[in-house]
């Protein structure tokens, strides 16, 4: 089946505490992302990649690490969790430009 | 920058039309929508691209505006399965998906 997925799905950690979400995709896209939704604010974009080792910053990229070594993956590091990043966060990917994006199920993160 | 969707929030009976728009300040390559339900993840209805090619895989409409950078999701005849909320994307020159802050859908019976 053609998926994203995302681990862990639900992630409570303390500040200052690094972590990773990993994200793989089995669809062979080129493009992958990642974004935060948080109330009343919709999706916003952390980082995004075009190609392997391929990366560049969304609208909220601080506090956020991303890395492409392989197509499928696209993990996002948090060197230093802070309670301003608990959020939900969806990785994303396509095929290319202007074709629709495939969402992951979501990682509900909370940072006490 | 974020495009603007509106209306925030809309509530309607089954049967019954809905508009949802959304604009951005900057030139688009695309406008994409998307609908999630609570607590799933944003699903793809649409694709919308410069010089008209529509793709999706829906029965829903949506018209894309170049000069003006504008949008609209047409909803006809909504059924209970048309609620959640729906979320406009635009895509400029630099490839980046950039979406709106959402609008709240609620089919009544």
């Known amino acids: 089946e053609a998926q994203v997925t995302q681990n862990p799905r639900y992630l409570i950690t303390v500040t200052g505490k690094k972590l990773t979400v990993t994200c793989s995709q089995n669809m062979n896209h080129e493009y992958m992302s990642w974004y935060r939704q948080d109330p009343g604010l919709g999706l916003r974009q952390i980082y995004y990649s075009m190609n392997v080792e391929v990366t560049d910053k969304g609208d909220v990229p601080e506090g956020y690490k991303v890395s492409r070594k392989e197509k499928r993956n696209f993990p996002l590091i948090l060197e230093s969790p802070s309670p301003n990043q608990t959020s939900l966060y969806f990785c994303?990917?396509?095929?290319?430009?202007?074709?629709?994006?495939?969402f992951g199920s979501g990682t509900r993160l909370t940072v006490v | 920058q974020q495009p603007v969707q509106s209306p925030q929030a809309v509530i309607l009976r089954e049967g019954e039309d809905a508009v949802i728009n959304c604009s951005s300040s900057?030139?688009?390559?695309?406008v994409h929508w998307y609908r999630q339900k609570h607590g799933e993840a944003p699903v793809f209805l649409m694709i919308?691209?410069?010089?008209?090619e529509q793709k999706g895989h829906e029965k829903i409409s949506a018209s894309f505006n170049e000069k003006k950078q504008q949008s609209s999701l047409y909803l006809t005849a909504s059924q209970l399965s048309y609620s959640g909320t729906y979320f406009c994307g635009t895509e400029g020159s630099a490839r980046q998906l950039t979406f709106g802050s959402g609008t709240q859908l609620t089919v009544l019976p």
């Open positions: 900057k030139a688009l390559y695309s």
């Open positions: 994303a990917s396509s095929t290319r430009a202007n074709y629709g994006y495939t």
């Open positions: 919308l691209l410069k010089g008209g």
